[in-house]
Structure formats: C-alpha cells, structure tokens
C-alpha cells in the first residue's frame, strides 16, 4: 500500500505536507518527499486533504462496560456504583461482556485507537473479540482481597490460561496482571500479583489514588500513599500502569520518576465521577511519562479519543489558567508513542521507517479542520472521531469510509440492545 | 411532514418514546401519542432509533473568525490577540468575514445549532451570508470607543442599516446593538449604546469580566465592577447577554438576576485562553437563566455545540468534586429554550404545539449511543454532532443525511482555503 503526497505526523511529531509513506508486511516500509513508484498490485491512496498520524494508544479502559453507558446518571459515587453499575456487572454472563467488548472495539476503531489497556474479567471471552477485531490491546483481570489461596484465585487461572493461548506475549493480544488497587487488596494479594508478574515478566495494571477518599484510606490503613504501599509490597519492582493519579504526594512523583511506571491520565471519567482534575504538569516537570485513557464508558461516557484529547489540552489550560500549557506536540505524543511505550510495544507508535503500520488516515475536508492553520492544534482541539477514514493496525485496513472490515456493526448494535435487555430483565 | 413514532426531548425536557410529531407552516402543528394520519403528499419520516429535540442556541459567536481556526496556538493571551489575531483581522475584507460565517454556518447547523446570537463587524455582509443559510441570528456590530461622535460611528450605522433591511427585527435575522466590552468603552459609548438600545428596543450583546485582568481593571478604572458599570450608565435598563461572566461578585449576581441580564457560559474558550471557569452553580442558585455559547472558533476551535455540551458538564463536576451537579435536564434548557428565550425569540426552543419548527434529528444507530440507558445523558455525554442526521428551522430543512440544502461544502471549503491564503498574503 502506497500513500501519495499525504500530510503526516513525522516522528517528532511535527506536521510534514507532501510525504509518500510506503506500507509493506505490516510495516512502515519507506518515508520519502520524494514520489514513490508503486509496486504491482500496490494500492495506491491519494493523500490530497488527508493527514496520516500514529495511532492512538487508549492505556485505561474496562471495555466490557460500554453495556453500562449513561446507567444511574446524577448519582453520587457510592450510590451509582452499589445501585447501577455493581447490580448489572453481576448479572453479565461471559457472552454479554463479548458483546459489550465488540461494542467498545467498534467505538475504539471509529476514534483512531489502535492499541488499549483494560481491565475486566473473563479476559479470555474479551481476548477472542479482540483477537476478531484484530485491534491490539493488552489485557488484565482485575485480582483483588479473596478468600481462596492467592493460587487458586479465578483471576490468576483466567491470567495463566490467557498466557498460554497467546504464547510468547508478544502479539496482538498481550497479557498484563491487574491488581485492581490497593483499597480492594490484602497484603498476600499485593505480594502474590508482584511475585507473579515478576516470574512471567508481566506488566502491573492498577488504579491509584483515583479519589482523595481512597488515597488517604490507604495513608489511614497502612501509613502509605496506594502507590508507596504497593511499592512495599513490591508491585514497582514491575512495569506498572497507574491509572488515574488524581492524588499522588512528591514522594508518590519522586517513585513514578524512579521506577517503570506510566500513569494514566483519565480525564473524562475524573471529572464525570467527580474525582478531581490530576496535576499532570507536577508529571511532566518530574519527567513521568504518562499516557491518558477513557476508562470504562460507563464513567466517560463513550470511548472517544479525540474528546480526551480535547479535554485533556482545554481542562488544563483553563485550570491552570495558562494558556501556553501542553502544547500539541507533548500531548500527541502521549496519545500515541508513550502509551506503546507502556504496553511495551517496542517500534510503534511513530511514523517512522521500520515501525509497526499502526496508522489513521484523517479526512481534512470538514468544515471544523479548514483552514489548515495547524494541523496539529486542529487535531487536539477540533477534530472528530467522524473524521478518521481509516483505521489500520499492522497494515491490516480495520475501518475505511463508514465500513469496519473485521466487525459486523448493525449486528453487534443488535446484540447489545438485546443483551441490555436481558441482564436487566435479570437484575 | 410528520415524524411517525419518534423519541423526542419533550417540554419538559424528558425523554418521551413512540410518539407523532406534525409539522405544518414552519411549527409545530401536533404531538401526539396516538398515530397521526399524514396529509396527502405528507412526507412521512420513520422515527425508529431517532431522537427529536429542540435545537441549540449558539447565545456567544463570532462567526466569521472560523479563517482564524488554530492560529497563534500556544501563545499566551496579548502575544495571540497581537501577532495572531488583530493583523489577520485587519487585514480581512467584507467579503473575507462573508466566505468565514459561511464555513461557520456549515459547523453550526451540521451540530445541531439552530439559532446563534453574534457580534462581529460589516454586519450587513454576514446578514446576507446568514439569511442565504436559512438559519436563524441576532447579530450586532461590537461597538467601542471611538474618535467620531456616537452617532456617527461606523457601528452605529452599520446597526441602523441593518435594522432597516430586517424591518421589524422579528424575522429569522434579528438585530442587536453590540458594546464590544467595559475594557474597550468610555462613558460616551456606552450610554450611547444604551439610549440606542432603549430607542429601537434593542438587546445589548456585550462581554463581561472574562478575565480576572479586564474584572480587577474596571474596578480600578470606575470604582465598579464592569457590570455594575454599564449598569451606572443605563446599560441594564435594557435586555443583555453577557458573555463569559467568569468573574462576577455577589452584587453583580444581584443585578443579574433583578434585570434582563442573560450570562453566557463560554467553556471552551474560557478553558483554551486560560481565562478560569465560571461558578454557573452560584448562577443557578441566585435564579439565573444562563446560556450556552462557542464563542469564535479562534478560541473554541471549532462551533460544535456537543463539545460544549460535554465539557459544560463534564468539567463542572469535576471542579466542584460532585457528580451530581448539573443535570441533563437543566443543562438541555439551557442549550435550547432559555437561549431562544435570550434572543427575544417567543413560542421556540422547545417541542411543544405551536412552537417553531426548529429541530434537531439525532441517530441513535451508532455504536456510541448503544445500549439507550439514558438519552438525555448521551446527549450530554456522549453525542456528537456527526450523530446529527437532521437540521431543521421553521420546518425548513437545512441539512439531512449529508448534504447541506442552502450552502455549498464544497465551494464554501475551496473559497475559505483560498480567501485565508489571501490575507495571510495581506499581512
């Protein structure tokens, strides 16, 4: 596949007109401003009013919740988790977080996410819709405090179980070990999640210090912050995902900076649940490389990129009252190249040669993106998830002009409706 | 025409399903939960998966400033008003603003916005431009300080003319008589403006304390607030729509809520210029019905009023730390009929019998507003303006299903490309 004369993204993450981007084997093949020739049988796709970026990285997300959109809205926290979300989870069969899982997958496709982090159950049900879809993602159950041996929990077999169907770990679909935070754990669970990951050299996906109830809880349980604790019971001797970071303490930074681990800026779903807005510029100036993610979709409340893009850029500039803060450049790059990164997907996330062929093709011909001012500013600040034209993921086309090419939409739209119907008949 | 079993956004800003809705000389004849027999040569729209409701009113714009989309990102606010914005304007032609409120009259009507209320310059040229799209507008000439006498003003008679032309100002283009802010005004000018107002039975469309700066500066230079100012010189003997209101004091609540006093709510650009979050919980409490605007795309950046929608709600819950602030319900009135209310326009704004026929139809076939839990909260939280497959005002429709039926895309497109060229040439 030849894309000619298109306007990208280069890797350092600067706008470049007129650029011939040659896909092969799943791969970025060859960057030039010269023309490229094509091969036999390439297909050609004119670039004329399209911008070519990396795909974006989606680093928190529990995709089997989008069956949860907009349920016990206007409720406080405690009420809205014990009488609309935690009612309804316990009544999801497997099939129904498939469904749920497809459904996401479709939102993610459309909005120009190629890769996610999530953290459900039943990961092997969620893994084969993945697999379906041919998105990447790296996948978790979320262990917490359980009455079995750490060994015998359902959350370890689902984990070693899913390990052994992808093999090396290093696919489309990876495994990560969720430890779903500090307030739902014991001590053994902490320590059996670290010496685990540890043993299959896995990444640790949590929450941390979402809200200032759970951090100081842990501060009154343990005389720690969360991540100080989980550091004890050592968690961070591990890559680790943290999601959210609302609260983190200088300590909290000093340890992020100091070990392998990536917050997870979740803005929609902080402000929406009313959690609070996180200091990502303390995260910038210690040098944490954080990367952002929607969360589940029933606290966003779909699984939009562009809109965290638009939040993230706008919420802080007005919160800190300065509008030269996180510019274009520092954002895109945390939407893409850093969450890769903290999946551990070596060469990918950039357009670069030799790099994975994870790319979205953005249709500039809206009247919301003319004039062409800055492209980058208009991608973080206008553009739309309607104006992706392609998404693609390895070289594979998943979705192009209104059609997705490994999921079928008016029936997965079909079967949430009906399976909404049927858990709630059960609830 | 006859919408037949559709879900519509109701009076009360319910949703109500499997209902009827006629529509006969621009209103709305008949709402009915019983079948409606169509009339012969009735065009019979299928409501299955659609959602009716009243359109947005856009109650703060600067419609032609879409050529300025994403220019001078990143500055601070004097070095971008200086080097990016004021040289660019000064530079653009009647025509020039003519080509920029058409590229916005695309964004707006294609997000459902039915009604805007705007203050700019050569406000004759943009009249036009408005009346060809069919969409309806209170437009003004933002007046300030001056060398010639008040009356003599480009402004002035800008405003006069224009008055003229729409003859008894009750028409789908109003006029409104424009005080572009305290900052920029002396004493002349604006009791100028208020006598001129009270003369013709204009709205005064002014903004208020959008900055701590312009706030703490009126203060200093009057002794006064900038509200309680125009108030001294008779400004408030009028209807106002005053935009932004980030910083306002017990006292000026006081006057807001006595007089005829609209603040508009401007998140994105208050956010994107780093200017703060206005308190609209204090507004509420103190009775006073607020508005919604984008303000100009130069500092939105684009007219999309479901982003404002969004991040209206959204970011207030998170910096009050409670999500159950700020209903769907109250939100959507403020999105529709208390900005119609604004605009002086009576019998619009909501769906109910005899109420203008501007509407908005909204697809909820699509993977993001899948399960419909709750549509109020998916308009308020995840909805786009893709979503949108209707626009309709006073029964006529100005959009359907991709294609604009009173503007040109694509030449509007070409021209706005080619006429930014042009001034940046100029400069």
Not at 131 to 142: H, I, P, T, V, Y
Request: charged share 25%.
């Amino acid at each position: 596949m030849l894309f000619k004369s298109v306007t990208i993204l280069n890797e350092h993450f600067d706008i470049e007109k007129d650029v011939d981007v040659r896909i092969e084997d799943g791969k970025i093949k060859e960057i030039s401003k010269d023309r490229l020739e094509p091969y036999d049988a390439t297909r050609i796709i004119d670039g004329k009013h399209r911008l070519l970026i990396p795909g974006f990285a989606n680093v928190h997300c529990h995709v089997p919740m989008t069956l949860l959109r907009g349920r016990g809205e206007g409720l406080d926290l405690w009420t809205w988790l014990t009488t609309a979300i935690f009612p309804f989870e316990a009544k999801m069969t497997a099939d129904d977080m498939k469904i749920g899982t497809r459904l996401g997958l479709l939102e993610m496709i459309r909005s120009g996410i190629t890769t996610f982090t999530d953290m459900y159950l039943n990961i092997g049900a969620i893994a084969e819709a993945v697999a379906e879809s041919k998105l990447r993602a790296n996948l978790c159950f979320g262990l917490s405090a359980g009455e079995e041996p750490f060994d015998q929990r359902r959350g370890v077999k689902e984990t070693l179980d899913l390990l052994k169907t992808v093999g090396t770990n290093q696919g489309r679909v990876k495994v990560d070990l969720g430890l779903h935070a500090e307030y739902t754990s014991d001590e053994e669970t902490v320590r059996g999640v670290a010496a685990l990951a540890k043993e299959h050299q896995l990444i640790v996906h949590t929450h941390i210090s979402e809200t200032k109830n759970e951090h100081q809880g842990s501060i009154e349980r343990h005389g720690m912050t969360p991540l100080a604790w989980l550091n004890h019971c050592g968690i961070l001797e591990n890559p680790v995902i943290a999601a959210h970071c609302v609260y983190v303490t200088a300590e909290d930074l000093k340890l992020m900076a100091e070990k392998d681990v990536t917050p997870v800026h979740c803005i929609s779903s902080n402000l929406k649940l009313g959690s609070g807005v996180a200091d990502i510029g303390a995260w910038q100036k210690a040098g944490i490389p954080y990367a952002i993610g929607t969360d589940g979709a029933a606290s966003n409340n779909n699984l939009n990129f562009f809109e965290e893009l638009h939040l993230v850029s706008l919420v802080h500039k007005g919160v800190t009252k300065d509008p030269t803060f996180l510019q274009p450049k520092e954002l895109l790059a945390a939407a893409t190249m850093r969450g890769y990164a903290s999946q551990k997907r070596t060469n990918a996330g950039l357009i670069k040669e030799g790099y994975d062929a994870d790319l979205v093709l953005i249709d500039l011909d809206k009247p919301h993106l003319v004039p062409e001012n800055d492209l980058a500013s208009h991608l973080c600040h206008s553009a739309q998830a309607e104006d992706v034209c392609m998404t693609m993921v390895g070289g594979d086309i998943l979705y192009e002009d209104g059609t997705f090419t490994t999921l079928d939409e008016e029936k997965i739209l079909a079967e949430a409706r009906q399976a909404t119907k049927e858990i709630l008949a059960r609830i």
